[in-house]
């Protein structure tokens, strides 16, 4: 399997964390299930994708399957709690995943994250000349390199021509968050924004796609993966009491209960699937 993670331009920072390119190889034939292994189903590859706050994933004559919804090109995802599944029909994936920052893509897009949330949505069926136009720069390109810079040319041209107030507030609401480890209400947030609460909560719905609490679940979830990930990437010993507790969760009961929920698997077990391809957002699996 190849990977290889590109940082976008530092001006798209603030917007988009990584881009992402996997090209992992093997038929049907060769790919032999395990019966106790759940990436592989009837013979064919599942890659999970773990809850995130709003991706997109481009294919390469690939055809794959988003729990029933099939795409062979740019896929939206909306942000969701739930894993999804990505079944690559052909046996094999071509192609790359853009993780957003939290409200990114509203930023960039303008598209509505309350109207995407939990759905999986085609280039094509969005209706957005854009995407479609995106779609087709992503298939030009051979090289992770080249496809790099033009999708950076892409986001450049539709980076906000003044400063986007609301998403400034995000940021500062989302560094907010991570200091209190959660612990946090949609009043306090609400405060840190300026804004009156009810405003901040339509707000935060249209740029995130899901309420505050929810949105904090999801964060603390990405940290405490991020950190398990660092410590199994330099050998150090993951200690999930510890790991928990400086994550803001009351014990590891609470903390494999969050895991259950949202990653379909308990944090032993994930420990154990690998460490993921990407640290914060939506994680493919090798």
Known sequence: MFSQIIQPSEVLRPYITRYVFVRAEGSTDTMTPPSDDPRFINGKHVQPLLPNYGSMIFMRNVIVDFNGVFSDGLTLLGANQQTIGLTTLSGWFDGMLLDFEPGGMYALLGIDLQKLAGKVLTAPESGD???MQLDKLFKQASKPQETAQLIDAFFIGHLPRKEDYHYTRLRKVIAA???????????????VACLGERQFLRVFRNYVGIPPKQFIRLRRFHKTLQ??????????PIDLMQIALQHGYYDVSHMAME??????????????LGIPLTDDFSVFFG
């Open 259 to 272: 895991f259950q929920q949202m990653g379909c698997v308990s944090p032993s077990h994930f420990r154990m």
């Open 129 to 131: 000349q854009g995407l």
């Open 177 to 191: 968050c991570d200091e209190a480890k959660g612990n946090i209400s949609a009043a306090e947030m609400a405060s």
């Open 227 to 236: 950190h398990m990930q660092r410590n199994a990437a330099i050998g150090q």
